[in-house]
């Protein structure tokens, strides 16, 4: 794509991707519109010069009332030179739900603008609505996606006494009442039920402007303005009422609408922030509820994928101000257990009511305050306001309430279970993401123990750190790390298909045994993970590394060699680590081009203040950073915008799967074109055959890394060859460029 702008029908230019657009694209879209108006067109096709331009009309919902397109959206392609191109219909199919995407908020954006109000209300309502989608000057970029913040711009900008949103099958229910006139929220008690069925039975906003209702002896009267909450195949599923006194104004045909684009708004933000098969809150959404519950976002709480209730801060700070212990978190992982049996036996169909059943089961129990998701296919995460005890019942009451599932479907013999890892959020953990690693640590233990049980994380609990490695291996490698039994390996990382970037080597560490045995990391890492020894061995690692490659410092700086080097998130935490291997760098003289870092996905996210500055700082210097496994972290892609690498590691699970799961491969080409689109570099690690070799080329990653390439080599014998790689890479420079390199070899 070369170009995007969006004009109206006469040719007027509102937005586009380029700085200016050449005059005659308006005029060509104004003839196009008069011309190319066929009933069920959906655009036409025009070349502009030598250059292809697809032209997509956005309609309104009522063609009969505009038979012409109310915005023109002109896609640019480059021309390719090879005089094909593509078809109308097959860039229509690509960019189509995006169309749909931009004519709905255009739509919802007209309206807006055309409420039939006084010029003061539409700019009062404007903002209010701006706030809710995020376009507000003061609105915060997570009231995107909170159903408190509607209510409660509801309750404030429409001056009514109460507010209430009820969607039943979601277990929301989220009441604001005013502060300057409050009305007592009973009376949600005997009016939910006759609102939801009024919802039900009108697809628009009903006014009531007086309904009696009775208290004890005592009718009451209220003025109720009720709006359905509908899906996106029009079933409606809640409703937003709000209450003003029967001495208060009447509610008007402009509250209604006002009340209908919020309803709206809360659509969206159930389809975007509520996973459809369970009515759990989506990873993103769990994410951005659970930052904001450790930071004790104050203010009315809404429903968290569970049951909802209304906020209460003032006990929260009369807690604070009176010294009282903090509230109790604990994180719980959930696997569904041999979810792929069951889809083999009776069905994908039937493995989604089992999913959806067990859903309905977290929602279900989880109390008030607490936050669910479906992180997966078959995985679910909560944050629980509860201690590990606490924690630990419930857990073990949802998994006794799974094994009942399996009876209520199929044929009642179908058997469900779940494994369930409870783990503490401790004070000191700003991220969830720890503890969340330590309740998924637990539940795989669970699931290496027979499954259909809960595990509990405990730090001294030796049964579960003994899953990774033998208890008794720590103390083995502090020993290594003191007597200095350490060494280093190199495995080649080398572009795949037509790209010409330079070869590259990641420097991996290996453990001498007392006996001379090579232990590789598989056995010793976890340990170091738990026992806090990575910043020791990352230190030892990116210190030694620079040793050796010093005595080369003339070749690298004439070539385009790297080599990367892998740091874990706890080195992070160190204030002066960042600051260690920044002058580590200067000072070997090396080129800083030919070193590139690596951290996980997992560990940047975990730490991403401390993560951004360190590669801010050697990016700065001249070094690449990667991150490593990336697809499998509990984080949003929006972190690539801002974090500052050039290189992404497909993590190795998706890739020794290509060739036998299409998912696999759909996330291996989805990340190549991601990447692709930001400038970023591409690995795919794990290419363990040439059949994955060739498969992972055709999906346009740019580097392969895996035993089908190289296995790992002491470095020290890479360097010794290392001319012959700088050959490679220089094919016509100052070395000789007939070489021929073979695979590498060595102990995994």
Not at 345 to 371: C, F, T
Not at 373 to 387: H, N, T, V
Not at 442 to 464: L, M, P, W
Not at 593 to 615: K, P, V
Request: charged share 20%; aromatic share 6%.
């Amino acid at each position: 794509m070369n170009s995007l702008s969006v004009f109206d029908p006469l040719g007027h230019l509102h937005w586009s991707s380029e700085m200016s657009v050449p005059p005659e694209i308006a005029a060509v879209v104004a003839q196009a519109v008069k011309d190319g108006r066929e009933p069920g067109s959906a655009g036409v096709q025009r070349a502009v010069g030598n250059e292809p331009f697809y032209f997509f009309w956005l309609m309104a919902d009522e063609p009969a009332i505009e038979a012409l397109p109310f915005v023109v959206v002109s896609i640019g392609f480059r021309h390719t030179g090879d005089g094909e191109q593509r078809s109308f219909a097959f860039v229509h199919g690509l960019v189509k739900p995006a169309l749909e995407c931009l004519r709905r908020e255009l739509l919802a954006r007209r309206e807006i603008l055309n409420l039939h109000s006084s010029l003061a209300e539409q700019d009062d309502d404007l903002e209010m609505l701006l706030s809710l989608s995020g376009g507000g000057q003061d609105a915060k970029p997570e009231s995107a996606t909170d159903l408190k913040d509607i209510v409660a711009s509801a309750t404030e900008h429409l001056k009514v006494g109460l507010a209430a949103l009820i969607i039943p099958e979601r277990g929301i229910a989220v009441v604001h009442a005013s502060r300057e006139a409050p009305l007592d929220t009973s009376l949600l008690a005997k009016a939910h039920r006759h609102l939801l069925s009024m919802a039900q039975m009108r697809r628009g906003a009903s006014l009531v402007n007086r309904m009696v209702l009775q208290s004890g002896d005592n009718e009451v009267a209220y003025r109720v303005l009720a709006c359905p909450i509908a899906r996106g195949d029009g079933r409606v599923v809640g409703v937003l009422a709000l209450f003003r006194a029967e001495s208060a104004p009447e509610f008007t045909p402009h509250h209604a609408r006002l009340t209908e684009l919020l309803s709206r708004r809360v659509a969206a933000v159930l389809a975007h922030s509520y996973d459809a098969l369970t009515g759990l809150l989506t990873r993103p959404a769990f994410e951005q509820r659970v930052r904001r519950a450790l930071e004790g976002a104050a203010g009315t709480t809404a429903a968290t994928g569970g049951t909802g209730s209304t906020g209460n801060t003032a006990a929260t700070r009369h807690a604070a101000a009176s010294g009282a212990p903090a509230m109790a978190w604990s994180a719980l992982f959930i696997d569904i257990n041999r979810l792929h049996v069951i889809n083999d036996n009776y069905g994908m169909p039937m493995g989604d009511k089992v999913i959806a059943q067990l859903g309905e089961l977290i929602r279900n129990r989880m109390p008030p305050g607490s936050s669910g998701s479906r992180i997966s296919g078959d995985r679910f995460a909560i944050m629980l306001p509860a201690s590990l005890d606490d924690a630990a019942k419930f857990a073990e009451a949802l998994r006794a309430g799974a094994e009942d599932v399996g009876a209520s479907l199929g044929d009642g013999k179908m058997q469900v279970s779940i494994s369930v890892g409870v783990a503490a959020i401790e004070p000191r953990i700003k991220e969830f993401v720890h503890a969340f690693a330590a309740a998924e640590t637990a539940c795989k233990a669970a699931n290496d123990r027979g499954r259909n049980r809960v595990e509990v994380y405990h730090e001294a609990d030796e049964s579960i750190v003994r899953r990774f490695t033998d208890i008794n291996l720590i103390s083995d490698l502090r020993a290594a790390i003191a007597e200095d039994r350490l060494e280093l390996n190199a495995q080649l990382i080398v572009p795949l298909g037509n790209h010409t970037g330079a070869p590259h080597f990641e420097i991996l560490l290996r453990m001498v045994a007392e006996n001379g045995e090579i232990v590789g990391p598989d056995h010793f890492m976890s340990a170091a993970n738990r026992y806090q020894l990575m910043p020791t061995l990352d230190r030892w690692v990116i210190g030694h590394a620079i040793e050796m490659l010093k005595p080369h410092v003339a070749l690298l700086n004439s070539s385009p060699v790297v080599f990367t080097i892998n740091f874990s998130g706890q080195s992070l935490q160190d204030a002066d680590f960042t600051e260690h291997v920044a002058k580590l760098i200067e000072s070997s003289g090396l080129p800083p081009s030919a070193l590139c870092f690596e951290l996980t996905e997992s560990a940047a996210i975990g730490n991403i203040a401390r993560a951004e500055a360190f590669m801010r700082r050697l990016r700065k210097l001249g070094c690449n950073i990667a991150l490593d496994d990336f697809g499998t972290g509990l984080s949003s892609l929006a972190y690539l915008r801002t974090l500052p690498i050039g290189m992404l590691k497909i993590d190795g699970s998706f890739v020794r799967d290509v060739l036998k799961d299409p998912r696999a491969e759909s996330m291996v080409q989805a990340i190549a074109q991601l990447a692709r689109a930001m400038n970023l570099t591409t690995v795919a690690e794990y290419i363990e055959t040439d059949e994955i070799r060739t498969r992972i080329e055709s999906l346009g990653v740019d580097y392969g890394q895996g035993f089908a390439i190289a296995r790992p080599t002491p470095l020290v014998d890479i360097l010794s060859e290392l001319p012959l790689y700088l050959a490679a890479a220089h094919p016509t420079g100052m070395f000789p460029h007939e070489v021929t390199l073979q695979r590498a070899s060595g102990e995994s």
